[in-house]
């Protein structure tokens, strides 16, 4: 049997739009405090098997994106299914 202690992993996310929301400057940072750790437990019939993983996940991202053109296309929707059923007929 397997016994897996709490696993602990805090990411935070900001995103901000800008210049009509072409502009898009993004951070991240993930396990700011070094909380990633997996402990597990395995017992067999006559040992027993403790792991410790300490995985050091930590990252800070930045990420800066703008959106080139396409802010006048129009989306239509052609509904081709019912056209042909009445063909048909």
Not at 4 to 17: G, N, P, Q, T
Request: proline residues 1%; charged residues 20%; glycine residues 4%.
């Amino acid at each position: 049997m397997i016994h897996y202690e709490a696993i602990s992993l805090i990411s935070l996310d900001v995103r901000y739009m800008l210049l009509n929301n072409r502009l898009t400057l993004s951070a991240s940072i993930t396990d700011p405090f070094g909380w990633n750790i997996t402990k597990s437990r395995v017992h067999y019939c006559s040992c027993q098997l403790l792991t410790r993983n300490d995985i050091h996940s930590h990252a800070v991202t930045l990420r800066i994106a703008w959106a080139f053109g396409g802010n006048k296309v129009n989306n239509v929707y052609r509904d081709s299914k019912e056209r042909e059923s009445s063909r048909a007929n």
